[in-house]
T-cell receptor, first 113, second 116 residues
Framework: GENVEQHPSTLSVQEGDSAVIKCTYSDSASNYFPWYKQELGKRPQLIIDIRSNVGEKKDQRIAVTLNKTAKHFSLHITETQPEDSAVYFCAASRGTAGNKLTFGGGTRVLVKP | GAVVSQHPSRVICKSGTSVKIECRSLDFQATTMFWYRQFPKQSLMLMATSNEGSKATYEQGVEKDKFLINHASLTLSTLTVTSAHPEDSSFYIC????????????FGPGTRLTVT
């Protein structure tokens, strides 16, 4: 089955700096890669996603890049703010009817004011 | 739109009893719902995929006789934790995929189960 590795497990940045989180996946048939932000005790919230026919996607301060050949994708957050502090998860799926998501281990991001 | 609810939000039960958790898609129809378990400071682990009108598909290592899943309608799936033990204490989250939608899954708010 699919295996998703996520690094780093914790990330501390100064407010205004950029944060980068990287994930690798094992299943070459995976074609859908969402990123979620989860605050303590809350549901995961989709912040951005990308499909395999696209190499990069951007939404304001957030961007995701995908390298299908190398089977890795990354989340980039620019101009970080204290409210960006949370746990971020990457995930991968084949995008078929079953659409089973396999999650990475998570990255705890702390933005210091 | 695309709202998923869960009930209850938190429950405390005694060891050996059973607990039922409901997951509802409020404004869309979901042929497929998913149940995850999340232990403190860990990732979401898929327990099973629930398909409307058919048996759930369980992930390896998940006891199907302990975690009973029923997906009786296009808007409701239930997870019953039978004979609960303290090690079953966890955060249980469901998600649903819109039958007519894209690949996105919509997550419920989660249920905090504590078994004493």
């Amino acid at each position: 089955g699919e295996n998703v590795e996520q690094h780093p497990s914790t990330l501390s940045v100064q407010e205004g700096d950029s944060a980068v989180i990287k994930c690798t996946y094992s299943d070459s048939a995976s074609n859908y890669f969402p990123w979620y932000k989860q605050e303590l005790g809350k549901r995961p919230q989709l912040i951005i996603d990308i499909r395999s026919n696209v190499g990069e996607k951007k939404d304001q301060r957030i961007a995701v890049t995908l390298n299908k050949t190398a089977k890795h994708f990354s989340l980039h957050i620019t101009e970080t703010q204290p409210e960006d502090s949370a746990v971020y998860f990457c995930a991968a799926s084949r995008g078929t009817a079953g659409n089973k998501l396999t999650f990475g281990g998570g990255t705890r991001v702390l933005v210091k004011p | 739109g695309a709202v998923v609810s869960q009930h209850p939000s938190r429950v405390i039960c005694k060891s050996g009893t059973s607990v039922k958790i409901e997951c509802r898609s409020l404004d869309f129809q979901a042929t497929t719902m998913f149940w995850y378990r999340q232990f403190p400071k860990q990732s979401l682990m898929l327990m099973a995929t629930s398909n409307e009108g058919s048996k759930a598909t369980y992930e390896q290592g998940v006891e199907k006789d302990k975690f009973l899943i029923n997906h009786a309608s296009l808007t409701l799936s239930t997870l019953t934790v039978t004979s609960a033990h303290p090690e079953d204490s966890s955060f249980y989250i469901c998600s649903a995929r819109d039958r007519d939608g894209t690949y996105e899954q919509y997550f419920g708010p989660g249920t905090r189960l504590t078994v004493t």
